[in-house]
């Protein structure tokens, strides 16, 4: 039987969890909410990055991901834009996206993703 990796737990999640070569992440959101989406779409995908080096992995290896947004109509673009030039020439995921109500009115975006490890 594989053994199961949890990191970065508390009493509520583990931050990602790894099991047999597959890296899950929990959600993903800024740190900073005053920031417009551009802003906080780069912190997200910057703590992507952190995250996914903990679990032995990076956005080279992405499967699959979902971005949830509170309002898409108005912030997908520049969402895009952000998410494009992170990417870069890393492999294309299979991505869902999604407008979501957060309990924080000020929070824009959240990210999940999964990672070949």
Known sequence: MSSIQRQESNAK????????????LAGVAPADCTQDISG???????????????????????????????????DVDAMNAEW?????DAGRPARA??????DDPDL???????AAV
């Open 40 to 74: 906080q779409t780069r912190q997200t995908l910057a703590r992507i990055d952190e995250v996914l080096a903990l679990a032995g992995t990076d956005r080279q290896r992405l499967l699959s991901v979902q971005i949830w947004m509170s309002d898409m109509a108005r």
């Open 97 to 102: 996206t999604c407008q979501v109500a957060f």
């Open 13 to 24: 999640l583990s931050r990602v969890v790894v099991h047999n070569g597959v890296a899950w």
């Open 108 to 114: 824009l975006v959240e990210i999940i993703v999964t």
């Open 84 to 88: 494009t030039a992170w990417l870069g």
